[in-house]
């Protein structure tokens, strides 16, 4: 679960002739120009969004009109390419550097926190980046996972502050601990899954739990390892174990994971979830459902949707294994 990430760079290019500047980025880097909306939500940690505009400007404006371009390389690495390529620019000018913070709780006691602690100006997006400068520090605060593209309407909050972003970053990372007690006063969930396969494909079925924990940045994983279970007096079965803090409901992850028990009318594991030492009923989760398959099929479809695409072709492709070593199973 990731708390803190650096954002995309912002470089500004100034040139006598705009066109000929778009035209050389799109055939030396084999990249087109985009709209500002369209590359924020498609880049990621580290990666530059360049800017081409013409030589009198000086300030990093965020000219919305004029669209920008995503390279997906770090800032110093593109420079040096348009460095070593001759590239038909006069001066480079950066933004603001920008840091993404991910609040679990009360966004308004973490933004309180953030204005008092950093000296730090509330702003919007496209004001941040106008008003500040490569000196300055840009803060975006949401509550969504941040191990993928952040979509601009999932921000809650932007923040300029007039500290190197260095600085910052290590001063929020120390910071954390405070902010995480303030907006969620009720502390950490600490839940357990645990995974049985009467098949015994356990390695196949561990690695799509910690895929779909991780991909959906669901919490941390504290431990895991092997158990032993009694569903029933005098009967042992050994079971995989995987320890989960999360500021998750328990009901969420035991929904989300249910969808990872079948896969249309195929059985692929039992997925147990406890809370505070107790066990979470299926029925629970299923007041909508009419049964055990219908609740499986909208997880299973709730899940997929929430998965990054690289996330879901891996995971097809371990239980494309699971299905060769399907052996026959009751239905539902």
Known sequence: MRLLRYGPSLVFLRTSNVEDGEEFLSNVFGIQKLSVDDAWNQSNELQTLAFVTPVEEWKTILNLKRGTFLVKMRCDSFLKELLNSKAPFDRVNLGPHIIILRIPGDI??????????????ETSF??????????????L????????PLNLRELKGSFIINEDFIHVYRTLRLDLPVLM??????????????????????????ERLLLVLEDLDLGFVVSEG????YPRPFMRIRVYKVKLI???????????????EYRGYNRF?????FSEGKKISWTSISREYNSKFELSKAAREEL???????????LHAIEAKLLEKQAPQDEL
């Open 108 to 121: 308004e006691k973490a933004f309180s926190f953030i204005k008092k602690r950093y000296n730090a100006f």
């Open 246 to 260: 999360t500021w998750e409901d328990p009901l969420r992850i035991k929904f989300l994971l249910k969808g990872l």
């Open 269 to 273: 594991a039992d997925i147990d979830v």
């Open 226 to 229: 092997w158990d032993w279970d």
């Open 304 to 314: 997929e949707s929430f998965l990054s695409e690289d996330a879901r072709k891996k």
């Open 181 to 206: 007690y303030k907006t969620l006063p009720e502390g950490w969930k600490e839940i357990t899954i645990r995974i049985y396969d009467t098949n015994k494909r356990y390695e196949e079925n561990i």
């Open 141 to 148: 605060v949401t509550d969504k996972k941040i191990n993928a």
């Open 126 to 139: 496209a004001r941040g980046v106008n008003e500040g400068e490569e000196r300055d520090t840009l803060l």
